[in-house]
């Protein structure tokens, strides 16, 4: 199988790399494509040594080439970052102005993101129908995955969105309750960066009780919520959550400190000179420091499902709502748990949501419409209606306020607000 990774030059893409050297038997070659010829002549040459490191006889090559990157691709991961870690830098800091969660994801940076990241996207996604194989699979793992995946799929394209969140639960509890990874099977649901772990299967029995009733204080610290939130839920939410809980503390605690962006800059430029060393031939223990714990696991299992080499696999991914939760549109985008074979995935049974659960949970997946509408469309009036219709948002004034902040911050990567 030929899988090409655009945004190969990613300082993240060694863990990728690793997961195929070691778990992806099935790819014959692994091309990185990526615009940032300096970045990719590094990470490629580290590509290269963890391949042979790890006895994995696919080839690794790169070029900054999109088209010729992704012809005859069988599939095609997409990591972009449009603008880079100072566009981030950016996302994470001018909210803060309006007293407001200054996040890459979600809220008005979620939103800055969302405006630059789609029409990018879109046309990467065009070039792939236009040149990879028939029926080639698109993996988004390009934040923020939800609006990104909706944009793809209803541009008719192929694709699955993939989040790490889901991934690094099932390993947390199967650490936590002694068994292998692949025996737990999460009740996963909500919206990309908007999910809640309802329950944890091992051997048909949810454990998921136990878990809360011996290990409350440690998962609430984790995921960075109080106990009393994870003992009225009744689950263990995302840390993302922890925006919508605990706003103004977040807030609070932002001001007068690095922003993740500035502390993740620090750590690619440190890892660029790691990924120099010729001797180098395993990711650094460094780029855990990066964030996306066991993304590469979570694409290598998710690819190969797709593709018919990993049988009935449970995936958490983002697709189409189709009645899933009856109180969402049908073309709505969720991330849940999902049986994934070539046909695509197959969301899995869950009970009904609560109340608070599903009034989030349809506030958001609102907030996602307009907010991708902005992003196909622009305009200063569909900016500040997606802003307005955010919970993290929501009054005029802020609104107003970071409408003005948000395109005077991406403009150069806005064409409609040039």
Not at 63 to 90: F, Y
Not at 177 to 185: A, I, K, N, Y
Not at 307 to 312: N, P, Q, T, V, W
Request: glycine share 10%.
């Amino acid at each position: 199988m030929r899988i090409a990774v655009v945004g190969g030059g990613s300082t993240y893409t060694p863990e990728l790399v690793d997961g195929f050297a070691r778990l992806g038997s099935m790819v014959s070659e692994l091309v990185l494509i990526d615009p940032a010829t300096d970045r990719l002549e590094v990470v490629g040459g580290l590509a290269q040594r963890i391949f042979r490191h790890h006895g994995h006889l696919g080839k690794v090559s790169w070029t900054s080439d999109l088209d010729a990157g992704v012809t005859d691709a069988d599939a095609a991961v997409i990591q972009l970052r449009v603008g880079g870690q100072a566009a981030r830098i950016s996302d994470e800091t001018f909210p803060l102005e309006c007293d407001c969660v200054g996040q890459e994801t979600t809220g008005a940076g979620g939103l800055a993101k969302a405006l630059r990241t789609v029409p990018v996207v879109l046309d990467v996604a065009e070039r792939i129908r236009r040149r990879a194989k028939p029926g080639a699979w698109i993996v988004d793992f390009t934040n923020p995955v939800g609006i990104v995946t909706r944009a793809l799929l209803d541009a008719g394209h192929r694709a699955v969105g993939l989040c790490n969140v889901a991934i690094g639960f099932q390993r947390r509890f199967a650490g936590l309750l002694g068994v292998e990874p692949e025996q737990v099977t999460l009740d996963h649901v909500g919206l990309n960066h908007l999910t809640w772990e309802r329950a944890a299967y091992v051997d048909g029995v949810d454990r998921l009780p136990q878990l809360l009733a011996q290990r409350l204080p440690e998962l609430a610290a984790e995921v960075e919520v109080d106990e009393e939130v994870l003992r009225t839920l009744n689950n263990v939410p995302s840390y993302y959550l922890s925006y919508f809980y605990h706003h103004d503390r977040v807030v609070r605690a932002s001001r007068g400190v690095p922003t993740r962006g500035e502390r993740v800059a620090e750590i690619e430029a440190t890892l660029l000179e790691m990924y120099r060393d010729p001797a180098l031939e395993e990711k650094p223990a460094l780029l855990g420091g990066r964030g996306g714990a066991y993304y590469s696991e979570a694409a290598v299992g998710l690819l190969a499902a797709l593709h018919g080499k990993d049988a009935d696999g449970v995936h958490s991914v983002n697709v189409r709502n189709e009645g899933f939760f009856g109180f969402l549109p049908a073309e709505a985008v969720i991330e849940v748990s999902a049986r994934v074979g070539p046909d695509g995935p197959a969301p899995l049974p869950t009970t009904p949501v609560p109340p608070g659960m599903a009034g989030l949970i349809t506030h958001v997946s609102g907030y996602e419409e307009l907010a991708l509408q902005a992003a196909l469309r622009g305009g200063r009036q569909r900016v500040y209606r997606a802003l307005l219709a955010h919970p993290l948002v929501g009054q005029h004034e802020t609104a107003d306020a970071l409408t003005d902040k948000l395109i005077a911050a991406g403009r150069r990567h806005l064409a409609w607000a040039r």
